[in-house]
Nanobody
Framework: QVQLAESGGGLVQTGDSLRLSCGASGRTFSNRGMAWFRQAPGKDRVLVAT????????SYADSVKGRFTISRDNAKNLVYIQMNSLEPEDTAVYLCASSALAWAQREGHYDSWGQGTQVTVSS
């Protein structure tokens, strides 16, 4: 497991952009698949985007395809999500997660979680 800490959330308006960052502890970061999840009030946590250990492969939820981009910097133990054209429906707590697998597509494969950062998009 690793320790994760997100930053970069805030209050923005519809159409704005925001970039979230997630810092990870430990020397195994570059071997681990990473992901961003989000949880809106009263709703289940959902997978937003994943990235493989070397950053070669990515995947996105249909709701964010073409608007969000996940990336990572293994030299700095950081993973990012760039969010463009934000909509009120994107309002949620965004959580960073880490998997012992090189690339994971299921929530159950993630064993380390950050505390989350709030993103609020006003209309």
């Amino acid at each position: 497991q690793v320790q994760l800490a997100e930053s970069g959330g805030g209050l923005v308006q519809t159409g704005d952009s925001l970039r979230l960052s997630c810092g990870a502890s430990g020397r195994t970061f570059s071997n681990r698949g990473m992901a961003w999840f989000r949880q809106a009030p009263g709703k289940d946590r959902v997978l937003v985007a994943t990235i493989s250990a070397r950053g070669i492969s990515t995947s996105y939820a249909d709701s964010v395809k073409g608007r969000f981009t996940i990336s990572r910097d293994n030299a700095k133990n950081l993973v990012y999500i760039q969010m463009n054209s934000l909509e009120p429906e994107d309002t949620a707590v965004y959580l960073c997660a880490s998997s012992a697998l090189a690339w994971a597509q299921r929530e159950g494969h993630y064993d380390s979680w950050g505390q989350g950062t709030q993103v609020t998009v006003s209309s």
